[in-house]
């Protein structure tokens, strides 16, 4: 399998190379250049293979330049530090079903795709005796899921920008109380946007960024997306089992359209509506569901909400359903991205709606209607959600109709205990492994918002 941009006919890459590029030379992300179809025989030897299995036989039809041995090592390598052996975990009432995804380090589902980018960057580096310095910006999640995925890794250092004191103090202390030598977490005295501001003009510093092999752990990475089709597959097998039913939907909790991008390519490999589905759920940045709604792709102010890893309006993988939509067309892609740059908006026509309307239905999820789905769910169940999560399950249950529907859990709800709390009017218990996190010895360093600072921090620590 080969990769090509969404922009332009012009190169094809290997996997290796569209693992390390991130985007394609002309702006464009990068794709593989054909989506295979799984065969009913091929789907009947995949239903009851183990998560890795399963992970091993999907990653071979995308993956040509790695051995069958080197394929299967790095998968049980990434997802030998999951609590569960199985990678994420099944609950159900009735035909609906929660898909735990967050069984890993950092209790959320970015470390399935994070895990596995970790130890295929150090397997590609050693290969090619490279050495890299990832640089970020979080407010959150992404910098710990990163963090947890390259640190111990040879070759690899990481620098995670966060707004100081401006974080969750869970998010704070899941960073900084991974005390390792490669390890830096760079508390900035400013806000989220001057991190990212940081960042940004440390990455146009081309000769800077040559220099010191500075590379960015973006949401847009194909890997990333490779590794969630896994869950989506696995857990539709599961479910259709049990049901006897050939359909299910599916509802994700969205905010970059990375994973239920994911989701997108699962059910083109499974091909005849077995996923009849998806459902897109946001929160109030609701940019994607006026899109699947309306037809009304246009950008407006973030607003901060209970449910922040959603909290985003321009989402980045976006492009890549669109390259999809018009038909692997890439110059109609390239124009669309180019009017969305210069206009903020992309109108669709009627017409245009409803075949988006044949992928995904999509509801936007009030913050209030998120604590009452906590409160609710839990009465109901005694099952204790997160917020994204009840975004999913709230917009889910809009839509189930007579099929089974299965809801991503996205993270779990001692990620974000503030909000929960005050959903159940109690304090809920926490997992003894977060707990513990309170009395570690932490390591990060508090640095004024002055990109030089933090150049001259680079030019100290990163490996050359
Ligand atoms: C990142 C994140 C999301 C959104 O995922 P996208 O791939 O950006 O759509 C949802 N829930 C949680 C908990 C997240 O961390």
């Not at 947890?148 to 070759?155: A, E, I, P, R, T």
């Not at 857990?235 to 239920?260: C, H, L, M, W």
């Not at 940019?287 to 980045?316: C, F, H």
């Amino acid at each position: 399998m080969l990769y090509v941009s969404t922009r332009k006919r012009a190169f094809h890459l290997s996997f290796k190379d569209t693992v390390f590029e991130g985007l394609a030379p002309d702006g464009g992300l990068l794709v593989p250049e054909r989506i295979p179809l799984l065969t009913k025989k091929e789907i009947e030897e995949l239903k009851d293979l183990t998560y890795q299995e399963l992970a091993f036989r999907i990653f071979s039809l995308y993956v040509s330049d790695l051995s069958p041995g080197e394929l299967r090592e790095i998968i049980y390598k990434s997802y030998q530090s999951f609590r569960t052996s199985q990678v994420v975990a099944l609950k159900n009432w009735g035909d609906l079903y929660i898909l735990e995804l967050f069984h890993g380090p950092t209790w959320a589902f970015k470390d399935i795709a994070l895990q596995f980018l970790g130890v295929l960057f150090e397997k590609l580096l050693l290969e090619t005796e490279r050495k890299i310095n990832l640089l970020g910006a979080t407010s959150g999640d992404t910098g710990s899921a990163a963090i947890y995925g390259v640190m111990d890794k040879k070759n690899i250092a990481i620098f995670i920008l966060h707004p100081y004191q401006k974080i969750s103090e869970i998010q704070f202390l899941m960073m900084t109380t991974v005390v390792r030598p490669r390890v830096y977490n760079l508390a900035i005295e400013g806000t989220f946007d001057d991190c990212q501001a940081i960042v940004k003009s440390i990455f146009m510093d081309l000769p800077f960024k040559k220099k010191y092999s500075l590379s960015a752990i973006n949401s847009i990475n194909w890997a990333r997306i490779m590794a969630q089709m896994v869950y989506y597959l696995w857990a539709y097998f599961r479910v259709t089992e049990k049901e006897k039913k050939a359909q299910v939907r599916i509802s994700v909790p969205t905010g970059n359209f990375g994973d239920i991008f994911a989701g997108y390519l699962a059910k083109r490999m499974l091909g005849e509506d077995r996923i009849e589905r998806l459902i897109l759920a946001t929160n109030e940045n609701d940019i994607l569901a006026r899109w699947v709604n309306k037809g009304d792709y246009s950008v407006k102010e973030v607003i901060p909400t209970l449910s922040p890893s959603m909290d985003i309006q321009v989402a980045s993988n976006f492009e890549r359903y669109l390259y999809y939509f018009y038909e692997e067309d890439p110059d109609k892609t390239r124009e669309s991205m180019e009017r969305f740059l210069r206009e903020r908006k992309l109108s669709f026509s009627r017409e245009e709606v409803q075949k988006i309307q044949k992928d995904f239905l999509s509801s936007a999820v009030t913050q209030e209607e998120t604590l009452e789905t906590i409160r609710e769910f839990f009465k109901e169940t005694n099952y204790i959600l997160d917020p994204h999560t009840a975004v999913g399950v709230r917009a889910g249950l809009k839509f189930k109709d007579n099929f089974p529907l299965i809801c991503l859990a996205t993270a779990h709800p001692a990620k974000f205990p503030e909000t929960v709390n005050k959903a159940l009017g109690f304090n809920f218990d926490l997992p003894e492994e977060i707990k513990r996190l309170y009395a570690l010895p932490k390591k990060f360093e508090v640095l004024p918002s002055e990109v030089e600072r933090v150049k001259s921090f680079l030019q100290d620590k990163a490996l050359i």
